[in-house]
């Protein structure tokens, strides 16, 4: 089994008005490819930390993040946008899309960052995918907060990624829209083979990986198969 | 393990980054272009002046031949005799002459009398161009006969016709012509000394010649075959140097006329420029909310993979683009009002100015436009490289690095060296563009400090024993992202323009009419002969009028100074004495003590001269300066031919503000009596109708005396200051234009800010009235305070120039001051409120529905 993430000894500390406080502590996992993984735990537990360092989006205090063989921490912020660019899909809990493009185009964009070729067949494929094919003209503002996840979704999985990363997908949604979204994330990932880190605080969701492991008060307190894994 | 699988050095694809930078614009280029559009109006004035300036330069080069009307022209104030005259006579192949001073005209019809410059013409002047009258032949014509052409506002004023006559001196001429204009004469100059011409043969006859009357002599050279001119003036420029006569030629004019207004345009640009910085500041805010705003987009395209660069890039796309249409607005909007130019500067310039369009002077503004934009929006772009995609996650408002980051250093370097390069193009000279430079950013700073002291004391006053209505109107200048400083410095400097010209005309104005008013000597009488002198006296009180003053005034020239000639300051290039010196005809005048307005600086003052001795003489300041004259130093006078050695036993200060005689060199009594003079009388006359009368007697009785009138130089001048300050208001204008587009501007940025607030304080039920209010009063402090600020520097800044520059007393004129500073507010709150509009009409759920 290979590994796609591994985490060694990561710390965060925050310093702020003159005092330090340690938002994780020594956490260590590894994440085999093509595995789903939940990390769960109250909030201000340090989850959303968690995943930012596993994603490249900031750095660690001490230890390590090996995202696909490469040490992000020996990266310039430039070329961990590179490794995002290529490796990892993001999903938000605010969906995060550009608000001054359409979906079409907001689906483009990792694409067009790698100078792909037949950009916008294979974003219209993407936007059919999540059944948003006919609203491709669309700005997110005259999207539904479902619609628009959806096409964060299309677009996560534009550019083929081999880590997908989530924080709180749904915690934006009615649970009716929950439910639809999350049905996608999981085809659109067991279709691509796409590794998913999942993080949420609904066990009811992270049941749904193969494996949760929880943190509490930044630290790993336990690390367990779910009966899918 | 693929290791490999990243490629970090993908290429930035620049046709992508413009393309992003399309997309992104399209939700907000409304709003990009207020921003840019401060600067619409600082490259509109540059463009405009620029055109103006290429068009004179052109009409210079195409004119200068007419402006002097012949291919040499030498003149002096002496008659010529001798080899000189030998010299003067055996130049060129057509020559002409004329000789020109001031003399009363005398309207038989309208019995009307007015100072005039008589200039008495012999030959066929001007050979490039003409002299330009109505009817057309008129100007030619009149040499044949006793015919005059008369001023056109002289013809104006005294409602004279073709065909009248016009009496100068002894003798009666028939106006055959109206003047329009004089060879190189410009209207300013001509409300001032208006012109008559007369044929030279009847100057004689005129009997005006005569002792003390100040002559210039003119000679006016034709050459049918070209010469080198260069060759022939070196040649007799030491042997006209020496006799105090002045050349010129189509060239050198050409240069002169080009360098007057080429400091014209210069100046002009200089103002232009302080609009344009001031509008930069305009965007510079702008863009920081602007940016501000888009952190969260650039968060989110860090994520995706792009680098910091990039992001960086899809800004600063946006910003050149929008700034390259900003900057071609403004050209357009230059090349159009080019066209009202000639209208406003028509009466300082000679010559009739052509309007082009300049293409050089649009690829100019556009260049500018283009590099200033980009400077200053790069300040806040810049941070866009630090916005870490981690935003995306917690939308931290972590105060974008922006005051960290070590370019901006770089970018206020390059923002300085770029004002003072630009400076340097405009005036040549790297140390006035450093003061420049220096200038704008003190008065910036002055502006800025002094707006933050106002709102400082404002916030001390407003206590919780005011309304709400009022604290909260107060509090709003204080909200996030405001844009209050840049506000009030940008309506500040444009109150303070108008302010400092307002005040400075005044005080100008209010000089002269106290000096005329009360019993002060508001009419002078000069050319009066000795012989007259008991007769004209007699006959101004005669008429009821006082005689002031009667002072006997002798021309003379200096012939040495400290042992050293004028020729010994041609050989020698070290004696600091400034060339004039020699070669100017002083006009002084002898007493036993100072008058009123003296004060003496240096030495003592002697009264009475002792015989057989050096005559002790008390000289002017300035011309101390000019000859590097010290207590003590000898001179050698030329009296008329006589020498006389004098040395300067004192140096005085005179008040040349005050209307009455003064001189640069006062002999003590004892030694000019019997030297040939003539003298000068002061009166007061008490209205214009008196004046008239008076006028006219003196003119029938003795037609050689010259009278000028205080009143009709007041207001002469009254009309050339509205003139100039006409011209000043109108660049202005460009600075205040673009002080209400920033206004206008932050308003729509704001805008989404308010809506909220607005709908908050709604739903906390507020009235609509009361809203009103809070925003009416909001921007009446905006204004109030910053007209203020505008108002306290004008008043400090014309103190510093009526103490220093002018050296008058100081009146603050309130009345001007007060209207201003009412229009200024109620314009900003005007202008405020009709942006908020939308805000304050709308039912809260509706905003909140379309701006969710
Ligand atoms: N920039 C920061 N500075 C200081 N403390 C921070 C910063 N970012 C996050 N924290 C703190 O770290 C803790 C963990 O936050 P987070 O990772 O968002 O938790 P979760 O996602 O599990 O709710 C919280 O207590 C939060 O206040
Ligand atoms: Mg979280």
Redesign the pocket.
């Known amino acids: 089994m290979e590994t796609i993430l591994n985490i060694s000894d990561l710390s965060k500390t ?1 310093q ?1 008005a003159g005092r330090m ?1 340690t ?1 994780l502590n020594n956490i260590n996992f590894a994440v085999t490819t093509g595995s789903t993984n939940a990390i769960v ?12 360092l596993c994603a490249g989006l900031d750095r660690s205090s001490s230890g390590s993040v090996e995202l696909n063989g490469i040490n992000l921490g020996n990266l310039t912020e430039d070329q961990r946008a590179q490794v995002r660019n290529q490796h990892v899909g993001f999903i938000f809990q605010n969906f995060q899309l550009l608000p001054t493009l359409t979906a079409l185009e907001n689906v483009m964009v990792p694409l067009e960052l790698r100078n792909e070729k037949n950009i916008r067949s294979r974003a219209l494929d993407l936007l059919d995918k999540v059944g948003l094919a006919d609203r491709g003209h669309h700005y997110p503002s005259q999207l539904s907060g479902g619609e628009q996840q959806r096409v964060s979704l299309a677009r996560a999985f534009s550019n083929a990624p081999k880590i997908l990363f989530a ?2 997908p749904t915690g934006n949604l009615d649970a009716e829209t929950s439910e639809k979204v999350v049905k996608l994330i999981f085809d659109l990932n067991k279709e691509a083979g796409t590794t998913l880190i999942l ?1 949420t ?1 609904d066990l009811e969701l992270a049941a749904k990986t193969q494996r949760i492991i929880r ?1 509490k008060g ?1 630290q790993l307190i336990a690390d367990e198969k779910t009966i899918n894994g | 393990m693929e290791t490999d699988s990243v490629n970090y050095k993908r290429k930035t694809n620049i046709r992508w980054l413009f393309n992003m930078a399309w997309r992104d614009s399209r939700k907000n280029r409304s709003r990009l272009f207020l921003f840019i559009s401060a600067i619409v109006f600082g490259i509109a004035a540059l463009v405009a002046i620029y055109s103006f300036k290429y068009n004179v330069q052109n009409d210079v080069n195409g004119q200068a031949a007419t402006l002097i009307g012949a291919d040499l022209a030498i003149s002096g104030t002496k008659p010529v005799d001798g080899s000189l005259k030998h010299l003067i006579d055996s130049l060129g192949d057509e020559r002409s002459q004329e000789r020109s001073f001031a003399s009363m005209a005398y309207f038989p019809k309208s019995k009307g009398t007015r100072l005039v410059q008589i200039r008495a013409l012999r030959g066929n002047f001007p050979y490039y161009g003409s002299i330009e009258t109505t009817p057309v032949q008129a100007g030619t014509a009149f040499k044949k006969g006793k015919m005059a052409v008369v001023d056109k506002t002289l013809m104006l004023q005294f409602n004279a016709q073709v065909g009248d006559s016009i009496k100068v001196g002894n003798t009666l001429f028939l106006i055959t012509g109206i003047l329009n204009r004089a060879p190189g004469q410009s209207g300013a100059v001509a409300g001032i000394a208006p012109v008559v011409y007369i044929p030279m043969q009847y100057l004689a006859e005129t009997g005006l010649l005569k002792i003390g009357s100040r002559v210039s002599y003119s000679f006016y050279y034709k050459y049918n075959k070209s010469v080198n001119m260069d060759r022939l003036t070196k040649k007799i420029d030491p042997i006209l140097d020496k006799a105090g006569m002045r050349y010129e030629t189509i060239e050198s004019r050409k240069e002169s006329t080009g360098r007057n207004f080429g400091d014209l345009s210069k100046f002009l640009s200089l103002v232009g420029f302080v609009a344009l910085l001031l509008g930069c500041v305009g965007v510079a805010s702008a863009v920081h909310i602007y940016v501000r705003e888009k952190i969260a987009s650039i968060a989110i395209m860090r994520c995706l993979g792009v680098k910091a660069s990039e992001a960086f890039l899809i800004y600063l796309i946006q910003i050149v683009g929008i700034g390259l249409i900003g900057s071609v607005t403004g050209a357009v909007l230059g090349t159009a009002i080019q066209h009202l130019l000639p209208l406003l500067f028509k009466d300082f310039i000679p010559f009739t100015i052509s309007v082009q369009i300049s293409w050089m002077a649009i690829g100019q503004g556009i260049l500018l436009g283009v590099i200033i934009s980009i400077l200053f929006a790069l300040l806040p772009l810049i941070s866009v490289r630090n916005v870490s995609p981690l935003n995306t ?2 939308l ?1 408002f ?1 105060e974008v690095g922006l005051s960290r980051d070590p370019l901006r250093w770089l970018v206020y370097a390059l923002i300085g060296l770029f004002i003072i390069c630009f400076t340097f193009l405009q005036l040549n000279s790297w140390l006035g563009s450093l003061f420049f430079t220096l200038g704008i950013l003190i008065a910036f700073l002055i502006l800025a400090v002094v707006a933050w002291l106002l709102t400082r004391i404002m916030k001390l006053l407003i206590n919780g024993s005011w309304s709400y209505l009022w604290r909260q109107g107060f509090a709003n200048l204080y909200r996030p992202n405001n844009q209050t400083l840049i506000l009030m410095v940008s309506i500040g400097l444009s109150t303070m323009f108008i302010c400092i010209l307002f005040f400075i005309q005044s005080i100008l104005i209010g000089q002269v009419s106290l000096s005329t008013s009360g019993n002060q000597s508001n009419m002078i009488l000069f050319d009066i002969q000795n012989s007259q002198k008991d007769a004209v006296a007699s006959l101004t009180r005669k008429q009821g009028l006082p005689v002031l003053q009667q002072v006997p005034i002798v021309t003379l020239r200096i012939e040495q100074i400290r042992g050293k000639t004028a020729a010994d300051l041609q050989k020698d290039s070290t004696i600091k004495i400034q060339h004039g010196v020699f070669a100017y005809e002083y006009r002084v005048t002898f007493r036993d003590s100072l008058s009123e307005s003296e004060k003496i600086t240096d030495g003592t003052w002697v009264g009475k001269a002792e015989s057989g001795k050096d005559v002790p003489v008390s000289v002017e300041e300035n011309l101390a300066k000019r000859a590097n004259l010290k207590v003590g130093d000898k001179i050698v006078f030329n009296v008329q031919g006589v020498q006389m050695p004098a040395y300067v036993s004192s140096i005085r200060k005179v008040n040349w503000g005050k209307v009455q005689t003064n001189f640069q060199v006062v002999f003590p009594t004892g030694v000019l009596e019997d030297a040939p003079q003539f003298q000068v009388l002061l009166t007061h006359v008490p209205s214009n109708k008196v004046s008239a009368a008076f006028q006219q007697a003196i003119v029938r009785n003795f037609p050689n005396v010259s009278i000028i009138d205080l009143g009709l130089v007041l207001s002469v001048l009254n009309e050339l200051l509205s003139k100039i300050s006409y011209v000043i208001r109108f660049m202005s204008a460009f600075s205040i234009i673009t002080g209400i587009v920033v206004l206008v501007a932050s308003v729509r940025i704001s805008k989404y800010q308010r809506i909220q607030e607005s709908v908050l304080l709604r739903t906390l039920g507020a009235s609509r009235k009361q809203i009103l209010a809070i925003t009416a009063l909001e921007y009446f402090f905006l204004g109030s305070l910053s007209a203020l600020t505008g108002i306290l520097i004008a008043i400090g800044g014309s103190w510093l120039l009526a103490k220093y520059s002018f050296e008058l007393p100081y009146t603050v004129s309130l009345l001007p001051a007060m209207v201003l500073f009412l229009t200024i507010s109620i314009l900003t709150v005007i202008i405020g409120l009709l942006n908020s509009r939308g805000v304050l009409n709308k039912p809260p759920l509706e905003i909140l529905r379309t701006n969710a």
């Open positions: 925050y702020s406080l938002v735990g109250p909030s201000g537990s340090g989850k959303t930390t968690l995943l930012g924080d709180e993080v605080h943190i930044g | 996650l917690r931290s972590e």
